[in-house]
T-cell receptor, first 114, second 115 residues
Framework: AQKITQTQPGMFVQEKEAVTLDCTYDTSDPSYGLFWYKQPSSGEMIFLIYQGSYDQQNATEGRYSLNFQKARKSANLVISASQLGDSAMYFCAIGSGGSEKLVFGKGMKLTVNP | DAGVIQSPRHEVTEMGQEVTLRCKPISGHNSLFWYRQTMMRGLELLIYFNNNVPIDDSGMPEDRFSAKMPNASFSTLKIQPSEPRDSAVYFC?????????????FGPGTRLLVL
């Protein structure tokens, strides 16, 4: 069974600074995908970035990048140049085992201060 | 392009009543997922469909919950009878194909409160 661990309950960062959100995962399947979603206070789940287990390079999407360390089973999200609008809950998720199912972590709250 | 559409956005009902949540996936997407989010349990997958066929309903809490997908553009999640512990945000998501690397796109959610 796959599992996602997000141990940081909350983080604070100053506007324009970079921040790293931690995510570790566990799966016995060699083929898997890792996803990050953002959930602002309005409640919707917004897809941010995807990393495949066989991808050679770390994924990047604008200000978002994924620090993928396969041996350590970590897939940390890096947000560069934080903006006030980045304040939200962030969820890491994994899909593996030949299934379309995603398993989500508990999430962590990021607050960007002006 | 329209995203995943869910209705209603908010639902308040009394214990014992039937509740029906509706979802329209993104056009052309072949997989549809129903999730429930609570503070205690986080985001849980209830059931998912591929090409309108239920593939895995192991997350459905009990017989009070049922889900259908009569066609590619519509799905319902029904709770009958509803109980206060069913209060949660229910999300519908869809993806283009049934591959693990396929991104799931979420609807805005339905906030359900059962009194």
């Amino acid at each position: 069974a796959q599992k996602i661990t997000q141990t940081q309950p909350g983080m604070f960062v100053q506007e324009k600074e970079a921040v790293t959100l931690d995510c570790t995962y566990d799966t016995s399947d060699p083929s898997y995908g890792l996803f990050w979603y953002k959930q602002p206070s309005s409640g919707e789940m917004i897809f941010l970035i995807y990393q495949g287990s066989y991808d050679q390079q770390n994924a990047t999407e604008g200000r978002y990048s994924l620090n993928f360390q396969k041996a350590r089973k970590s897939a940390n999200l890096v947000i560069s140049a934080s903006q006030l609008g980045d304040s939200a809950m962030y969820f890491c998720a994994i899909g593996s085992g030949g299934s379309e199912k995603l398993v989500f972590g508990k999430g962590m709250k990021l607050t960007v201060n002006p | 392009d329209a995203g995943v559409i869910q209705s209603p956005r908010h639902e308040v009902t009394e214990m014992g009543q039937e509740v029906t949540l509706r979802c329209k996936p993104i056009s052309g997407h072949n997989s549809l997922f129903w999730y429930r989010q609570t503070m205690m349990r986080g985001l849980e997958l209830l059931i998912y469909f591929n090409n309108n066929v239920p593939i895995d309903d192991s997350g459905m809490p009990e017989d009070r919950f049922s889900a259908k997908m009569p066609n590619a553009s519509f799905s319902t999640l029904k709770i009958q009878p509803s109980e206060p512990r069913d209060s949660a945000v229910y999300f519908c998501a869809s993806s283009l194909t049934a591959r693990i690397q396929e991104t799931q796109y979420f609807g805005p959610g339905t906030r359900l409160l059962v009194l």
